[in-house]
């Protein structure tokens, strides 16, 4: 079993900058490939960026490319999400999730089995 905990999130101003962070326990979690997930109110939780095992395949959501970068630490079972370039429409409560699917990264969070409580994103324009 795989116990996620996001940490990181705040209220920024437009333009500026958060590093989230996934800490996991109950699981090595260089075994598993990760995303990031965010909710604002009344929508769909959408995908924002994943990363394979090894760290090598990395993917991003159109609305964040460029100004969002995943990274992970195997060896201090963390996985991270600097985020740069903040904007209001980046306001979510942001979500950690990890997949026992290997092979291509997973974009579906259907496809993602466990799930950190989340971290609230907040930016003020």
């Known amino acids: 079993q795989v116990q996620l905990v996001e940490s990181g999130g705040g209220l920024v101003q437009t333009g500026g900058s958060l590093r989230l962070s996934c800490a996991a326990s109950?699981?090595?979690?260089?075994?598993?490939?990760v995303g990031w997930f965010r909710q604002a109110p009344e929508k769909e939780r959408e995908g924002v960026s994943y990363?394979?095992?090894?760290?090598?395949?990395?993917n991003y959501a159109a609305s964040v490319k460029g100004r969002f970068t995943i990274s992970r630490d195997n060896a201090k079972n963390m996985v991270y999400l600097q985020m740069n370039s903040l904007k209001p429409e980046d306001t979510a409560e942001y979500y950690c999730?990890?997949?026992?699917?290997?092979?291509?990264?997973?974009?579906?969070?259907?496809?993602?089995?466990?799930w950190g409580q989340g971290t609230q994103v907040t930016v003020s324009s």
């Open positions: 109950g699981a090595t979690l260089g075994y598993y490939p």
């Open positions: 999730a990890v997949t026992i699917f290997g092979g291509a990264l997973r974009t579906n969070p259907a496809d993602y089995d466990y």
């Open positions: 990363i394979s095992v090894s760290g090598k395949m990395t």
